[in-house]
T-cell receptor, first 114, second 112 residues
Framework: ETGVTQSPTHLIKTRGQQVTLRCSSQSGHNTVSWYQQALGQGPQFIFQYYREEENGRGNFPPRFSGLQFPNYSSELNVNALELDDSALYLC?????????????FGPGTRLTVL | ELKVEQNPLFLSMQEGKNYTIYCNYSTTSDRLYWYRQDPGKSLESLFVLLSNGAVKQEGRLMASLDTKARLSTLHITAAVHDLSATYFCAVDPPGNTGKLIFGQGTTLQVKP
């Protein structure tokens, strides 16, 4: 069973640029959630995709967008990068059940905006 | 808006000692998760607590959930250096959404 993978591992961009981060979910999982973790903070929920549809969004502006593909992999896109977007971006996959949504996290992508 | 608060935020302790990390949250939920994060690494799932009174144990760590008090605890017994890490609690808002709200994290440093 393959775990959650993310690419790239590290990324350096400049203000105003656009970035795409990728996530492959764990085998058998149908839900992907994205989180932003600033240095020294807890992860903050960005949005969630379930069966290729956005299924809830946290307090992030529209320049944060995403996609989920038929194989349940996902992308996070950020336009017009700002310095404050520098963070660790974590993808988590899960299989929605009636009881709970235990999420398994990928290794993360460290984004630095200069 | 659901808020999750952990305390303490930093804990330095000697090997062999016991201590407890507290996680308080502001609205009703009966699904709480504990994660461990090593420096520069991702989150590792430790415990899933799904009902009032739930208690889970793994090695020197034990987690419990009191949904009426909106409180979870992570108890460390006879700490060892390998437990040094940052520990996060995360609460699933009502409705089983999976849109986790995390606490600020507790950084545990275990000294020999």
């Amino acid at each position: 069973e393959t775990g959650v993978t993310q690419s790239p591992t590290h990324l350096i961009k400049t203000r105003g640029q656009q970035v795409t981060l990728r996530c492959s979910s764990q085998s058998g999982h149908n839900t992907v959630s994205w989180y932003q973790q600033a240095l020294g903070q807890g992860p903050q929920f960005i949005f969630q995709y379930y069966r290729e549809e956005e299924n809830g969004r946290g307090n992030f502006p529209p320049r944060f967008s995403g996609l989920q593909f038929p194989n349940y992999s996902s992308e996070l896109n950020v336009n017009a990068l700002e310095l404050d977007d520098s963070a660790l971006y974590l993808c988590a996959s899960s299989f929605k059940t009636g009881s709970h949504n235990e999420q398994f996290f990928g290794p993360g992508t460290r984004l630095t905006v200069l | 808006e659901l808020k999750v608060e952990q305390n303490p935020l930093f804990l330095s302790m000697q090997e062999g000692k016991n201590y407890t990390i507290y996680c308080n949250y502001s609205t009703t939920s009966d699904r709480l998760y504990w994660y461990r994060q090593d420096p520069g690494k991702s989150l590792e799932s430790l415990f899933v607590l799904l009902s009032n009174g739930a208690v889970k144990q793994e090695g020197r760590l034990m987690a419990s959930l009191d949904t009426k008090a909106r409180l979870s605890t992570l108890h460390i017994t006879a700490a060892v250096h390998d437990l040094s890490a940052t520990y996060f609690c995360a609460v699933d808002p009502p409705g089983n959404t999976g849109k986790l709200i995390f606490g600020q994290g507790t950084t545990l440093q275990v000294k020999p």
